[in-house]
């Protein structure tokens, strides 16, 4: 196995380079920075337009599919509830057993 000098044992056999002592990576410019803010700065514009746009639900839309949810909810619970009831109720008659 060929080895270079520069490495360390441990780094010439993996391959990898030596990690290098600043880890936090070459510094951001402040162009760079500047350029983070503005597009950050037009990300939050844009997201105020868009809520500007969007069509709210009236109290009364808003209560009425509020309840809606809560009955369907409560009705796939019973359904449920029902199911479970009925193939308790057939695998105990067909294992002969008693619930």
């Known amino acids: ?12 056999r993996s391959g990898s380079p030596r990690p290098s002592a600043n880890r936090s990576g070459p510094a951001r410019s402040a162009a760079t ?7 950050a700065r037009d990300y939050v514009q844009g997201v105020i ?6 069509t709210w ?3 009364e839309e808003w ?3 509020t309840m809606l949810t ?3 909810v409560v009705g ?4 449920t509830y029902l199911c479970d009831l009925l193939f308790g ?5 067909l294992t002969g057993g008693s619930r």
């Open 76 to 79: 796939v619970g019973v359904f």
């Open 57 to 59: 639900p009236s109290r």
């Open 70 to 72: 809560i009955a369907l």
């Open 89 to 93: 109720w057939i695998f105990s008659f």
């Open 1 to 12: 196995m060929k080895t270079n000098p520069s490495r360390s044992d441990a780094s010439a």
């Open 49 to 54: 337009a868009e809520m500007r746009r969007v």
């Open 33 to 39: 920075r500047a350029a983070a803010r503005v597009n």
């Open 63 to 65: 209560v009425g599919a």
